[in-house]
């Protein structure tokens, strides 16, 4: 089993078909098998050293499965008992419920979270070599500043594991420590290639400005850029006598500055950042601490390194690989969050459904690769219409939702006639040179006008979708009716979802079917299913045994079932069956739910619900033991 599989993204067999992007890595571990790294950037290849980096992977017990880099030499790793009773158990035991952290322990940094797995939860350790942390930790004793000012900022750099957080607590907490003027922190924008201020104190606002980006590549304008394309460290004790620091430093500090001392954050010859530390006038201070900054700049290059691969991490799961954008499951997390946030505000919340017109046609036209390249530019297309704090995702095949939060009716029509005519815009050259025009079709639905939960919005926006392209295509539709498919039976296509079923599966799935077929409809009676969710539903049954079976052992076949146009409807249920309810309760899809009781009282007799309680909905295993009590 590889690390993309427990994490539920796609390996690098997955892409052999299709091209689909991806930097995919495959590391040796200790039993002789790989652990296969799917990286959404190749950034973290340079630092992929396992003298230096080691990750392990364990089961729900705490014990190890697999082990790679630097875990292959801590001895905690090799023993056969459960990790739990390690001095690591509480940042497992964390783990496993739902949280993230670190530990720093014996010269080495835990970073621990979990990954979900069928229906267990395993942790995913990564360990980063801590010895420049150690040998700070040791001269800090030296000097009580020196081992205040460190102490202060391991805590806030181990309470946070975003670039972002880490930046700003670590730019007050090293300015509170050390009384200094200001401090700046610049972190590394790998998209643009360049340095982004990630976090300021004690500069004003004309200075932040000024330098919210450095472009090193294209000369030294400034002390910071020079640091940076430098790799060299630099030290002024008066700003005002030095030519690169009289103009700025001198005259952006709210309190009147003395000398400044500029580090770059650097590890394995990778820039990450810089480091810019401003006096207070007069600090005499202020020249002795040299030594306590570079320890400073190391430690914190340390900690930011490590979050900078944690959220390349954490993007796998979040992301979809060949857009970049947010993926099905994270856009339905984020689309729950923001309609319970919705009915406590009173504020509205707007919905996109956006289709890529005739797409089917242009793949086989114009060949996958360049379909996916469409799908590429109609995701960034979308991305430069919408706000920062707007979700742009990625719903399945060539279907794409922004959720737009405090947005009206209005604004959301306009966003989306705004989307409209960007990709209208937008012109593809084939490979013979011919230029392809490429036009959506959007629907829009706003809460509460749509519908009063995130299902219900994403339907109305779904069937003002369907109006937009039954109309005509390449126009914007916006919800007016009510929120139901009953007249939308024929865009659920059985015949074309049954085709999808390979022949050696056809009488398994058949009979499942027809054992499944009266407690499917009698659950749609009880829970007031409509038409087409109850078609659906039934749907689902027929092509459950295909799933199960290919996803692991055709995962080629798999993807492409899911991104056909047939299983649009189908999607949300099947990507979610395998969650459990106490951990994500009504956030899973209702025909999830009712699916996973069906199967388990089915196929497994009930024995399931015996033994695995907390994973299934309780209304509906006491509606099914009703309904069949009854009978």
């Known amino acids: 089993m590889t690390l993309l599989k427990e994490l539920g993204v796609r390996t690098i067999e997955d892409r052999s078909g299709d091209g689909k992007v991806g930097f995919p890595i495959s590391v040796p571990t200790n039993d002789g098998q790989n652990i296969v790294l799917d990286l959404p950037v190749p950034s973290p290849l340079n630092c992929l050293d396992p003298s230096q980096i080691g990750v392990a992977i364990l089961d729900p017990t705490g014990k190890v499965r697999r082990t790679w880099g630097l875990a292959n030499r801590i001895a905690l790793f090799r023993s056969s008992q459960s990790m739990l009773d390690s001095p690591l158990g509480n940042l497992l035991e964390a783990s496993y419920q739902g949280s993230h952290g670190s530990l720093y322990f014996e010269g080495y940094r835990y970073y621990s979270a979990s990954v979900a797995h069928e229906d267990s939860t395993n942790a995913f350790v990564l360990i980063v070599n801590a010895q420049e942390e150690r040998n700070a930790k040791r001269q800090a ?84 850029e020079l640091v940076a394309a430098s790799r060299q460290c630099f030290f002024t004790p008066d700003v005002s006598d030095h030519v690169l620091t009289s103009e700025l430093e001198a005259k952006f500090c709210y309190l009147r500055p003395g000398g400044a001392s500029v580090h770059p954050l650097v590890i394995s010859d990778r820039l990450l950042g810089v480091l810019e530390l401003v006096s207070r006038e007069g600090d005499g201070f202020f020249d002795e601490q040299q030594e306590l900054f570079q320890t400073i700049a190391e430690h914190f290059a340390l900690a930011l390194n490590a979050a900078v691969m944690f959220e390349d991490f954490e993007k796998l799961a979040t992301n979809d690989a060949l857009t970049g954008i947010a993926n099905h499951r994270c856009l339905q997390e984020f689309l729950h969050q923001r309609v319970v946030e919705a009915a406590r505000t009173g504020q509205e919340l707007g919905v996109i459904m956006i289709d890529v017109d005739h797409f089917r046609s242009f793949n086989e036209e114009e060949g996958h690769d360049a379909g996916d390249e469409v799908l590429r530019l109609v995701a960034e297309a979308i991305k430069t219409c919408v706000r920062p704090y707007d979700l742009a995702a990625r719903y399945g095949g060539e279907e794409f939702t922004v959720v737009m939060p405090g947005s009206s009716e209005q ?128 749907a689902l049954v027929r092509v459950i045994p295909t799933v199960r079976r290919v996803r692991d052992v055709d995962p080629e076949f798999f993807e492409r079932m899911r991104n056909a146009e047939e299983f649009r409807l189908l999607l949300p249920s099947i990507d979610a069956l395998e969650e459990r309810f106490e951990q994500r309760g ?38 099914i033991y009703e309904r069949r009590s009854a009978a």
């Open 141 to 224: 004793s030296k000097s009580w500043r020196m081992a205040n000012a460190l102490k202060r900022l391991g805590k806030i750099l181990t309470m946070n594991q975003q670039v972002h957080s880490i930046a700003v607590a670590a730019a007050h907490e090293i300015a509170s420590a050390t009384e200094l003027a200001a401090v700046l922190i610049w972190t590394l924008d790998s998209n643009e290639n360049c340095l982004r201020l990630t976090a300021s104190v004690g500069a004003n606002r004309a200075g932040t400005n000024i330098l919210s980006k450095l472009a090193p590549d294209n000369g030294s304008t400034c002390v910071a």
């Open 411 to 538: 604004t959301t029509l306009s966003v989306a006639e705004r989307i409209r005519q960007r990709v209208e815009s937008l012109v593809f050259v084939t490979r013979t040179g011919h230029h392809r025009h490429v036009t959506v079709s959007l629907g829009s639905a706003s809460y509460p006008n749509g519908g009063v939960d995130a299902v219900d919005i994403l339907k109305a926006a779904d069937v003002a979708l369907f109006e937009a392209k039954r109309s005509g295509r390449n126009r914007v539709v916006v919800f007016k009716g009510q929120t139901s498919f009953d007249g939308r039976r024929e865009d659920l296509n059985l015949p074309g979802i049954i085709a999808w079923i390979p022949d050696e599966d056809r009488s398994h799935s058949e009979d499942l079917y027809q054992r499944c077929l009266h407690d499917a409809i009698g659950l749609s009676a009880q829970l007031n299913l409509s038409a087409m969710q109850t078609a659906i539903l039934q």
């Open 586 to 623: 009504a956030k899973i899809p209702l025909l999830a739910r009712t699916l996973a009781v069906i199967l388990a009282v089915v196929e497994g007799e009930g024995k399931p619900l015996a033994d695995d309680p907390h994973r299934y909905d309780p209304e509906i295993v006491a509606m």
